[in-house]
């Protein structure tokens, strides 16, 4: 089966230093590299995004790029999108493209949601009977009826995201890229988009993903690719990937933690949370939780030097973005005193008595008054059993442990 995107050997310079560099200079140094026969050399220097990444992406296929910032995942999606183009090597795309890399990218701010629709419609090569066709199903799926008539300007990011996403993916692209912007927005959507991805791959449609929260990598894609300073450090099935990047990661921590740098006494940056699982009664991260059974929360962090007191707060939110529950350490009791080093914080409940459901912890780490974030994290999806069967989840929030009592009254 042919490849729908193929990447040879590619890379990828930005010349540093331009913004001090003369038109004249600029065309000398071009006229000099021509007649050696070469690339000019950068007057300031260069930063290579990529160097000599090659990759193939199949029909049906979905692929993640991972990585730190600054690895090149971004380069590489601006590369398909024809945004920007490669200093060496070739890339093919064979099918039409739907990219979602930027926050409000294709639309135009004056413009109402329905003119921004037809106008992105258009930009991927369908007619205006093709849009009209698919028109109610993109207002349906991103829920901002009594918003279609205003201008864009005035949604907000999650809005934006709503959109955006409607339009990419109910126009059935044949490769579909998607970068960072399910991060913003509720839950809810997040969960429907996701569905809405599985259910376009289903149908053949090809997915270059890149997101930093691993359960959305691990629940949208089969194959993935790490990324290091514009080099493929690793490519494979998504768990090995995963793990790969993971043990780097854990890697990059503990050096930075034997050879701190001078982060000015700011709290902030100084702490890493690496990872929070919500576990069942033995201990056990397999997303599945009874409402009337424990569950915990675990914190693992990274201290890269110490901070000394500190709170942490752990909020249990509904997958449509209810907040159900916050405990802190500070209000509990449980004062924290945070050196340098890794450490874990758990907070267990007993029993969990949440209402049957989805749901996800969100935690935060603060100064000693509260009043200064230190680092932030969420855990992925965990599902919630009613006591009793055949109850409609996200009915309640609560379903508290009970008691019940009957008598009859005498004498009435």
Same mark, same amino acid.
């Given at each position: 089966?042919?490849?729908? +995107?193929?990447?040879?050997?590619?890379?990828?310079?930005?010349?540093?230093?331009?913004?001090?560099?003369?038109?004249?200079?600029?065309?000398?140094?071009?006229?000099?590299?021509?007649?050696?026969?070469?690339?000019?050399?950068?007057?300031?220097?260069?930063?290579?995004? *990529?160097?000599? %990444?090659?990759?193939?992406?199949?029909?049906?296929?979905?692929?993640? $790029?991972?990585?730190?910032?600054?690895?090149?995942?971004?380069?590489?999606?601006?590369? *398909?999108?024809?945004?920007?183009?490669?200093?060496?090597?070739?890339?093919?795309?064979?099918?039409? *493209?739907?990219?979602?890399?930027?926050?409000?990218?294709?639309?135009?701010?004056? $413009?109402?949601?329905?003119?921004?629709? !037809?106008?992105?419609?258009?930009?991927?090569?369908?007619?205006?009977?093709?849009?009209?066709?698919?028109?109610?199903?993109? +207002?349906?799926?991103?829920?901002?009826?009594?918003?279609?008539?205003?201008?864009?300007?005035?949604?907000?990011?999650?809005?934006?995201?709503?959109?955006?996403?409607?339009?990419?993916?109910?126009?059935?692209?044949? @490769?579909?890229?998607?970068?960072?912007?399910?991060?913003?927005?509720?839950?809810?959507?997040?969960?429907?988009?996701?569905?809405?991805?599985?259910?376009?791959?289903?149908?053949?449609?090809?997915? @270059?993903?890149?997101?930093?929260?691993?359960?959305?990598?691990?629940?949208?894609?089969?194959?993935?690719?790490?990324?290091?300073?514009?080099?493929?450090?690793?490519?494979?099935? /998504?768990?090995?990937?995963?793990?790969? !990047?993971?043990?780097? $990661?854990?890697?990059?921590?503990?050096?930075?933690?034997?050879?701190?740098?001078?982060?000015?006494?700011?709290?902030?940056?100084?702490?890493? @949370?690496?990872?929070?699982?919500? *576990?069942?009664?033995?201990?056990?991260?397999?997303?599945?939780?009874?409402?009337?059974?424990?569950?915990?929360?675990? +914190?693992?962090? +990274?201290?890269?030097?110490?901070?000394?007191p500190a709170h942490v707060i752990v909020r249990l939110q509904r997958?449509?973005?209810?907040?159900?529950?916050?405990?802190?350490?500070?209000?509990?009791?449980?004062?924290?005193? @945070?050196?340098?080093?890794?450490?874990?914080?758990? /907070? %267990?409940?007993?029993?969990?008595?949440?209402?049957?459901? &989805?749901?996800?912890?969100?935690?935060?780490? &603060?100064?000693?008054?509260?009043?200064?974030?230190?680092?932030?994290?969420?855990?992925?999806?965990?599902?919630?059993?009613?006591?009793?069967?055949?109850?409609?989840?996200?009915?309640?929030?609560?379903?508290?442990?009970?008691?019940?009592?009957?008598?009859?009254?005498?004498?009435?």
């Amino acid at each position: 089966m042919p490849a729908v +995107v193929t990447f040879s050997h590619v890379s990828k310079r930005y010349q540093l230093g331009l913004a001090r560099t003369s038109v004249t200079g600029l065309a000398k140094g071009w006229l000099r590299a021509a007649w050696r026969g070469g690339l000019p050399q950068a007057v300031d220097g260069s930063y290579w995004a *990529l160097k000599d %990444v090659s990759f193939e992406l199949q029909r049906g296929q979905s692929l993640a $790029l991972l990585g730190p910032n600054g690895a090149g995942k971004s380069t590489i999606l601006k590369l *398909l999108a024809r945004i920007t183009q490669p200093t060496s090597g070739a890339l093919e795309v064979a099918g039409r *493209l739907a990219a979602l890399i930027e926050l409000g990218a294709g639309f135009h701010p004056d $413009l109402t949601g329905r003119e921004n629709v !037809y106008l992105n419609g258009m930009l991927l090569g369908l007619r205006r009977q093709e849009i009209e066709a698919r028109f109610d199903e993109i +207002v349906a799926f991103s829920e901002l009826e009594p918003f279609i008539d205003t201008p864009i300007k005035r949604y907000s990011s999650g809005m934006t995201v709503r959109l955006g996403f409607a339009v990419a993916s109910c126009l059935e692209p044949e @490769i579909l890229l998607v970068d960072e912007v399910l991060a913003v927005g509720d839950a809810a959507f997040r969960q429907k988009c996701v569905r809405r991805i599985k259910a376009l791959l289903d149908g053949g449609t090809s997915l @270059i993903f890149v997101s930093h929260d691993m359960g959305l990598v691990k629940a949208v894609c089969d194959t993935a690719i790490y990324l290091e300073a514009g080099t493929i450090q690793h490519a494979g099935p /998504v768990a090995d990937v995963i793990e790969t !990047y993971n043990t780097a $990661l854990d890697r990059r921590r503990a050096e930075r933690v034997e050879r701190p740098g001078d982060d000015g006494g700011a709290a902030e940056g100084v702490l890493e @949370i690496t990872g929070v699982a919500v *576990l069942d009664e033995a201990g056990h991260p397999d997303g599945h939780l009874s409402a009337d059974r424990p569950a915990e929360v675990r +914190v693992r962090y +990274v201290a890269y030097r110490g901070i000394g007191p500190a709170h942490v707060i752990v909020r249990l939110q509904r997958s449509d973005g209810v907040s159900c529950c916050v405990v802190r350490t500070v209000a509990d009791g449980a004062p924290l005193n @945070i050196e340098a080093g890794p450490g874990t914080v758990s /907070v %267990v409940f007993e029993p969990l008595q949440l209402y049957g459901g &989805t749901y996800y912890a969100v935690v935060w780490v &603060t100064d000693a008054d509260g009043a200064s974030g230190i680092a932030r994290a969420t855990s992925e999806w965990f599902e919630v059993k009613n006591r009793t069967a055949g109850l409609d989840a996200g009915d309640a929030v609560f379903e508290p442990a009970r008691r019940w009592t009957h008598h009859k009254d005498v004498g009435r």
